[in-house]
């Protein structure tokens, strides 16, 4: 069945009034199906994606960043376009939490990527000049975003997005164990 659908039957869910609205892949599916979905099909997906999330550890370069911004006095935020719940659990699960002082998500008044609100919101809440921010991504909304809040975006590809167009970001390299943060600093000052 291939057929298309307008935009005002397209599925969005979000706060009625004053929110953003974002997409809603079940309940477009019911829509596109004719009929509800049963949430057990919901609830396997969801802990399917908890085992796969699980089997991957932090990236390379992640601890050592997270560690020289510690001693640099730099605080660390995070522009997902997840919701913020989640990226605090996983966040937890690594044992990483308290290592950000706050996480933006696509929550309430927040899109998703390559809406870059998220990014402009983090640089906010953490009293940051954006022109002076360095964002780390590894998709090509995610850059898109960063670079239209303004920050030094490092692409780092990973196995499913390594194909794609990372040529808006301002440097792109294989990992952050590769870069150190305080060379990556010193890139961001001579664009300044």
């Known amino acids: 069945m291939n057929r298309e659908y307008p935009p ?58 997270l560690s020289e911004a510690k001693e640099l006095g730099i605080p660390v935020g995070i522009a997902s376009s997840s919701p913020v719940g989640s990226v605090q659990r996983h966040l937890l699960t690594l044992g990483l939490r308290d290592d950000f002082s706050c996480i933006v998500g696509r929550d309430g008044e927040i899109p998703a990527k390559p809406s870059p609100i998220s990014y402009r919101t983090v640089c906010q809440r953490l009293d940051a000049d954006p022109s002076c921010s360095v964002a780390v991504e590894d998709s090509p909304h995610g850059v898109a975003a960063a670079v239209s809040a303004g920050l030094f975006v490092v692409a780092t590809p990973h196995g499913l997005t390594s194909n794609l167009d990372f040529s808006d970001a301002s440097l792109v390299a294989p990992s952050l164990g590769d870069l150190s943060l305080s060379n990556v600093l010193a890139k961001v000052a001579l664009r300044l």
């Open 8 to 65: 005002s039957q397209r599925v969005l869910q979000g706060p009625v009034s004053g929110g953003v609205n974002t997409f809603a892949p079940q309940a477009e599916l019911e829509l596109r199906v004719g009929r509800a979905l049963d949430p057990a099909v919901n609830d396997r997906r969801r802990r399917r994606r908890d085992e796969i999330r699980a089997q991957y550890g932090v990236r390379p370069g992640i601890m050592e960043w």
